[in-house]
């Protein structure tokens, strides 16, 4: 019997097909049939019906390798989305190296804002004027127990808005002299360009409103009015109108600087202490008129030295000052003879003190800043402008001396 089935002739499924197919063709069943199916057996060649499971079989097998390509690009892109979101999540909690360069440019950006201020507002004036007024309000004390709170809050109001104010003068000078400054001082924020004028405008505007809101609601008419007499004079010294921009005008230009810095801030800050802070009388004592004439020298040697760097720009534009009409060098040195006599004068003054500590430290003190001042003064080139201002900027550097001697004035 299975030699009758192995040598029978079948017929494949299809019954169009002609070609009869035997068993035997088949000899190791029907995955070895479909092998040579595929391979492309001769036997196989004529039979239609085979033909199109061959076909089948290939389209079957090219969707196979589609679908595992197909997933496989599907785990990719999960996969992609996963590291995605894991990264996300990382840049989130560990701060990404993106964000440094933009968190140092913000930083930059501040550093950059605040210098620019910091030259704007001429900060040796803002210093000299801080410790004008803390010196001066010390010699209205009269007692240990005066250090209370009371003392330093209004100290602290008198020196805030004083600051505002001297921002404002000095400010103020800036916006209508930025052509002299493009040739004096280069470096200064309008000039450069750092500053528009609009924004020059509004910070001037700015703190002088502050400086007057302050006085104003603090209530001392003292402090009040040495902001008014600080805001008329510094504003006739610098603005551009008929009869004013006083500072052309050597004499008077001095006279404003003498009037602000010498009687003003003395007067009115230590009246301001000893009025509004105590509510004693006003009273004028000694060490407050020795003061006011010390400061009168130093107001004076500030109005003459000031423009001696400036020359080059004050000479083009007919700014007429003392070290244009007289030289440089002139000035100069009668800038150092009045520090000198007003050193001396000093020395005199401690000598003649009834304290011993007194008269020790303002003697020494005094005699040391005079030998250095003369020493520095020996050594200056006047030819370079660097060392000039240099040396401006520590004539107001000795001005503590002021501090000092209001310590050395008064006694509990």
């Known amino acids: 019997m299975d030699s009758l089935l192995r040598g029978a002739i079948v ?25 040579d199916i595929l391979k492309g057996n001769p036997k196989y060649s004529n ?42 999540v990382n840049a989130s909690s560990e701060h990404p190296l993106e964000s440094k360069p933009e968190a140092k440019g913000t930083w930059k950006s501040i550093q950059t804002s605040l210098d620019a201020f910091y030259r704007f507002s001429r900060p040796h004036t803002v210093i000299g004027t801080v410790i004008g007024i803390i010196s001066v309000s010390l010699l209205a004390i009269q007692r240990l127990s005066d250090f209370s709170p009371l003392f330093f809050m209004g100290l602290l109001e008198a020196i805030i808005a004083a600051v505002c104010m001297n921002i404002y003068i000095v400010g103020l000078n800036q916006l209508f002299d930025i052509e002299i400054d493009k040739v004096n001082k280069p470096y200064l924020p309008l000039a450069s360009g750092e500053y528009s004028v609009g924004m020059g405008v509004g910070i001037v505007a700015s703190f002088a409103l502050m400086s007057f809101f302050l006085g104003w609601i603090v209530g001392s008419w003292p402090l009040f ?29 001095a006279m404003c600087i003498l ?46 030295f000031k423009d001696i760097p400036d020359i080059d720009g004050d000479r083009i534009f007919g700014i007429r000052s003392f070290s244009v009409r007289l030289g440089q060098k002139r000035v100069f040195w009668i800038c150092i003879y009045l520090l000198e006599i007003a050193y001396a004068v000093a020395m005199l003054v401690g000598a003649a003190s009834s304290c011993l500590w007194s008269k020790f430290i303002t003697v020494l003190g005094h005699g040391i800043l005079a030998l250095i001042l003369w020493n520095q003064a020996k050594s200056l080139d006047l030819k370079n402008k660097v060392s000039i201002t240099s040396f401006y900027m520590f004539i107001w550097k000795v001005n503590p001396n002021c501090f000092m001697q209001s310590i050395c004035s008064f006694h509990w």
């Open 259 to 304: 009037a602000v810095r010498a009687v003003v801030v003395q007067l009115a800050f230590f009246l301001h202490i000893q009025t509004f802070v105590y509510r004693r009388p006003p009273i004028l004592t000694w060490p407050l008129v020795f003061t006011t004439a010390f400061m009168s020298f130093f107001s004076i040697v500030i109005a003459l």
């Open 11 to 35: 017929r494949p499924p299809c019954l169009k097909c002609t070609t009869p197919v035997e068993l035997s063709a088949f000899p190791q069943g029907r995955k070895r049939w479909r092998h």
């Open 47 to 88: 039979c239609r019906s085979l033909n199109i499971i061959k076909k089948y079989s290939i389209v079957r097998s090219q969707a196979y390798h589609v679908n595992r390509f197909a997933g496989s690009l599907r785990q990719q892109s999960t996969f992609s989305w996963i590291l995605d979101k894991q990264f996300s």
């Open 225 to 253: 009015s040495a902001l008014f007499v600080s805001f008329i004079l510094g504003t006739a010294y610098s603005i551009n109108l008929p009869l004013l921009r006083w500072k052309r005008f050597a004499l008077i230009a």
